[in-house]
Nanobody
Framework: QVQLVESGGGLVQAGGSLRLSCEAS????????MGWYRQAPGKQREAVAL???????NYADSVKGRFTVSRDNAKNTVYLQMNSLKPEDTAIYYC?????WGQGTQVTVSS
């Protein structure tokens, strides 16, 4: 079992940046894929960025070139650096691994 706690969300103007963190309650060394997902009001939850234990990453087309996912296994933490934010990035962002979800952190981008 693993507990995930996201942080770093907030209100930012379009074009701005935020860095989200997801801290796990135990070591990530034996966890393969970790992912960031988001859910906007009235929409389904969607995958934003995934990262494997070896550092391989995958991004949704809508965030490629703007978002960067990384992980620090020594700190049990996964990050999502979000640059050039757009109003359509507004959503609750969740961290997920091995079927476990965090509680989410709200990101709001004003135009």
């Amino acid at each position: 079992q693993v507990q995930l706690v996201e942080s770093g969300g907030g209100l930012v103007q379009a074009g701005g940046s935020l860095r989200l963190s997801c801290e796990a309650s135990r070591s990530l060394f034996d966890i393969n894929v970790m992912g960031w997902y988001r859910q906007a009001p009235g929409k389904q939850r969607e995958a934003v960025a995934l990262i494997s234990s070896g550092g391989t990453t995958n991004y949704a087309d809508s965030v490629k070139g703007r978002f960067t996912v990384s992980r620090d296994n020594a700190k049990n933490t996964v990050y999502l650096q979000m640059n050039s934010l757009k109003p359509e990035d507004t959503a609750i962002y969740y961290c997920k691994t091995n079927g476990y979800w965090g509680q989410g952190t709200q990101v709001t981008v004003s135009s």
